[in-house]
């Protein structure tokens, strides 16, 4: 792990203050929560019976965001071992 990580204020790779890698990273992290807490909400409505449509497709769009974030944060070492 990078020294940046654990300071107590982030900063990036030129020195701002937060780089968009930082802020990628927390939102993934949030997305991660809100799409769990999403799929225990629908299983808890499930037990009650068929749960409207609202509730059931309620994981998806926190789910593509969680795509897209991650397949950035998993490209991002490939891309810059390219342009090194």
Do not use: C, D
Request: aromatic share 16%; hydrophobic share 50%; no cysteine.
């Amino acid at each position: 792990m990078h020294a940046q990580f654990f300071s107590a204020e982030p900063t990036g790779e030129k020195g701002e203050r937060m780089s968009w890698s930082i802020w990628i990273r927390k939102t993934h992290r949030w997305l991660a929560i809100l799409f769990t807490l999403t799929v225990i909400a629908n299983f808890l409505v499930r037990v009650r019976g068929e749960p409207p449509a609202l509730i059931t497709y309620s994981p998806l769009p926190p789910l593509f965001l969680l795509m897209f974030s991650g397949l950035y944060m998993f490209l991002r070492p490939y891309a810059a071992r390219k342009r090194a």
